[in-house]
T-cell receptor, first 116, second 114 residues
Framework: EPEVTQTPSHQVTQMGQEVILRCVPI?????FYWYRQILGQKVEFLVS????????KSEIFDDQFSVERPDGSNFTLKIRSTKLEDSAMYFC??????????????FGPGTRLTVT | AQSVSQHNHHVILSEAASLELGCNYS??????LFWYVQYPGQHLQLLLK??????LVKGIKGFEAEFIKSKFSFNLRKPSVQWSDTAEYFC????????????FGKGTHLIIQP
């Protein structure tokens, strides 16, 4: 069964450094998402991406965040200058064709980002 | 803004017990409702979903949920739990189409004792 994959599984970085989290969505999916979960808190929506542009973003997704689909398979989240409070599990998700199936988001295993 | 409340953060049950996990949402209009499960060491998986129609929806692994619009609720049920149901359960909602991000509840950590 097709899966969303994410790399790396764990990333440790120093405060102020840039990080890029990578995701490979399911191949025929059209919508892509990033979520994060700070330890002990709820999963929070960051951004959605469709047709090579951002469709929707939350208040969390400020200027230090950016997303890109650099080729036909990868979907990346860049954090420009990491802060301690960016430490979280970051989940990528994708969803398929339009219509009813577009509501079913498939999640990757997550990348644990630790900012020191 | 939407919000989702899950009342039980930790639930411990014995095998064969019946399960009901509460979920309430705040949005007054048309909503799409989901339950996701995260087994230990695995990623979030969709258990079941409600878009419209029959308010009692059946999902995988014997789970079901009932949408009660008057109560803004979407509670998850299973008549007889198994040890393998030990996991984190998340209720979530969207109000729109394919691009909308999910709004999650805080999750319920379910432990099934053999």
């Amino acid at each position: 069964e097709p899966e969303v994959t994410q790399t790396p599984s764990h990333q440790v970085t120093q405060m102020g450094q840039e990080v890029i989290l990578r995701c490979v969505p399911i191949s025929n999916h059209l919508y892509f998402y990033w979520y994060r979960q700070i330890l002990g808190q709820k999963v929070e929506f960051l951004v959605s991406f469709y047709n090579n542009e951002i469709s929707e973003k939350s208040e969390i997704f400020d200027d230090q965040f950016s997303v890109e689909r650099p080729d036909g398979s990868n979907f990346t989240l860049k954090i420009r200058s990491t802060k301690l409070e960016d430490s979280a599990m970051y989940f990528c998700a994708s969803t398929g064709i339009e219509g009813v199936l577009a509501y079913e988001q498939y999640f990757g295993p997550g990348t644990r980002l630790t900012v020191t | 803004a939407q919000s989702v409340s899950q009342h039980n953060h930790h639930v411990i049950l014995s095998e064969a017990a019946s399960l009901e996990l509460g979920c309430n949402y705040s949005y007054g209009g048309t909503v799409n409702l989901f339950w996701y499960v995260q087994y230990p060491g695995q990623h979030l998986q969709l258990l079941l979903k409600y878009f419209s129609g029959d308010p009692l929806v059946k999902g995988i692994k014997g789970f079901e949920a009932e949408f009660i619009k008057s109560k803004f609720s979407f509670n998850l049920r299973k008549p007889s739990v198994q040890w393998s149901d030990t996991a984190e359960y998340f209720c979530a909602t969207t109000v729109g189409g394919g691009a909308d991000g999910l709004t999650f509840g805080k999750g319920t950590h379910l432990i099934i004792q053999p």
